[in-house]
């Protein structure tokens, strides 16, 4: 079963530039999502000793905490793309996978985009839908 994480470090040694690449190296990660500074949401289907031996393994001398966020209990002001993310991770990750998987096909006669290139599409996709998102609340405060 997905669940979300919430992995918070002190960044002495490390920047988050760091951390958040070494995740994309980790298959226990399927996603994440930096919104504070020093802290990284994570999806993943292991439990936080492994996640947290991963994280020790490569960064030994940081002082970190990772831990389960209890889905559906939890307050707070976050953006919507966020809560989506913490309180409903497996349709995140599949949304992804789809998106992911429809560049690949549009990229099939293009012989030049790379994985990167469709991991850059997504992260313009995440872009688009947040600044959408906002337009709305924009256009709904204006019209009250």
Known sequence: MMKPYLLIFRDLNYSENDIKQYLDTL???????AYFQNSIFIISESNSDILAEKICKKF?????????IPMNNNQGMLTKDL?????????????????I???KDRSLTDDSKTDNDIVNDLKW??????????????KNKANK
């Open 101 to 103: 998987e429809s560049s």
């Open 125 to 138: 996709f995440d872009i688009k839908s947040t600044l959408s998102e906002l337009m709305k609340k924009f």
């Open 27 to 33: 298959s226990e990660i399927l996603d994440w999502y």
């Open 83 to 99: 809560w989506q993310f913490i309180n409903n991770p497996e349709q995140q990750i599949e949304f992804k996978a789809k998106f």
């Open 60 to 68: 030994k001398s940081l002082d970190f905490l990772i831990t389960e």
